[in-house]
């Protein structure tokens, strides 16, 4: 998907092994996406994990958490809606 053409912005964030964001909220649509390494998201008390590529949606007024629990380090696209 074209994040900028759909409306998101767009940037990489990088987590070493055991980083933990917990229970954020925005108030804008969060679109993610893991390049490397493995993430845990747990959104609206349900918890998966992304496969490398897969874009997740994060609606706005949403709690959420994004945690490394791989044992490397970690780089995902994340951007909000414009």
Known sequence: MDWNANGFSCDLWVDPPGQR???????ADELVAVLEGELEFEING???????G???LIPA??????RNIGK???????GYRK
């Open 21 to 27: 964001w917990e229970d954020f909220v925005h108030g």
């Open 46 to 52: 349900v918890i998966s994990r992304s496969r490398i």
């Open 54 to 56: 897969e874009e997740i």
């Open 61 to 66: 007024g949403t709690v959420h958490s994004v």
């Open 72 to 78: 490397t380090t970690a780089r995902w696209l994340y």
